[in-house]
């Protein structure tokens, strides 16, 4: 039996900023996904990743990103010798499957954009968010 992975993502009620650095992500994502090509090697979609942010002028972000943007799957969920890391030399072959699960954490919600916020929303109790 093989694995699989499925995400969606929905925001509700996001402030302008989340939802721009969402958008950022969903144009690091296509940048990755071009980056997949066989003969490359793994660590090409990490570089891709980090150009797009620069490219969009959002590089204060790339300290944001995780160690990997995903990783091989197969018959094991998540192959360790197959992480989308920046070191990873392995090339791409054809007919390979990979979770391509990009993101950013520790980003500041600052005081004045949860002030804006409809007193009910839930974000309203955040300070960090990602």
């Not at 944001?64 to 791409?92: C, E």
Request: glycine share 8%; aromatic share 10%.
């Amino acid at each position: 039996m093989y694995c699989s992975n499925v995400v969606r993502t929905f925001l509700v009620d996001a402030p302008k900023q989340v939802n721009r650095n969402y958008e950022t992500l969903l144009g690091m994502y296509e940048a990755c996904l071009k980056a997949m090509v066989p003969g490359r090697p793994l660590k090409y979609v990490y570089a891709a990743g980090v150009k797009y942010l620069r490219e969009v002028g959002k590089e204060n972000l790339v300290s944001s990103l995780p160690k990997t943007l995903g990783f091989g799957v197969g018959i094991d969920f998540r192959d360790t010798n197959l992480l989308l890391n920046t070191k990873n030399t392995v090339p791409f072959r054809p007919g390979m499957v990979f979770s391509l699960a990009i993101s950013f954490s520790g980003l500041k919600l600052g005081e004045n954009v949860r002030a804006s916020l409809n007193s009910k929303s839930a974000v309203k109790n955040l300070s960090e968010y990602g």
